[in-house]
Nanobody, 120 residues
Framework: QVQLVESGGGLVQPGGSLRLSCVVS????????MGWYRQAPGKQRELVAR???????KFEDSVKGRFTISRDNAKNTVYLEMNSLKPEDTAVYYC??????????????WGQGTQVTVSS
C-alpha cells in the first residue's frame, strides 16, 4: 500500500510563506499525477494544485499566482510552495495521487496531513 507523508506546515503571519513536502512510498512515483488538497474546519477537502507525471501544473483560482507545485522524482517527493498566505489558507493540507491528470479524487489512503495556520 502506498503511503503518503506530508510535512512542512506551521504557524505563519499573513503575507508569509511556507513550503510543504509530501513523500510517497514505492517505486512508481514518477508515473503518478499528484495533487495537493486542503481541508478547513467544517469544510470539505478540496484540490488546490495538481501536477501531472509530465510536470504540467494547474491551480484552483483562489491560490493561482501564490502557490507553486513541483516534484522531484528522484526523491519521490511533491512540493507545495505557498506565498502571500492569507488567513483563509488555514487548513490541513494533504497530498495524494490522481487517477488521471484531470481527476480530482485521490486514489490512496490519506496521510496525516500537515496543519497550516495563517494568523497574526
Amino acid at each position: 500500500q502506498v503511503q503518503l507523508v506530508e510535512s512542512g506546515g506551521g504557524l505563519v503571519q499573513p503575507g508569509g510563506s511556507l513550503r510543504l513536502s509530501c513523500v510517497v512510498s514505492g517505486s512508481s512515483f514518477r508515473f503518478y499525477h499528484m495533487g495537493w488538497y486542503r481541508q478547513a474546519p467544517g469544510k470539505q477537502r478540496e484540490l488546490v494544485a495538481r501536477i501531472s507525471s509530465e510536470g504540467i501544473t494547474k491551480f484552483e483560482d483562489s491560490v493561482k499566482g501564490r502557490f507553486t507545485i513541483s516534484r522531484d522524482n528522484a526523491k519521490n517527493t511533491v512540493y507545495l510552495e505557498m506565498n502571500s498566505l492569507k488567513p483563509e489558507d488555514t487548513a490541513v493540507y494533504y497530498c495524494n495521487a490522481l487517477l488521471r491528470s484531470t481527476s480530482t479524487q485521490g486514489i490512496y489512503n490519506w496521510g496525516q496531513g500537515t496543519q497550516v495556520t495563517v494568523s497574526s
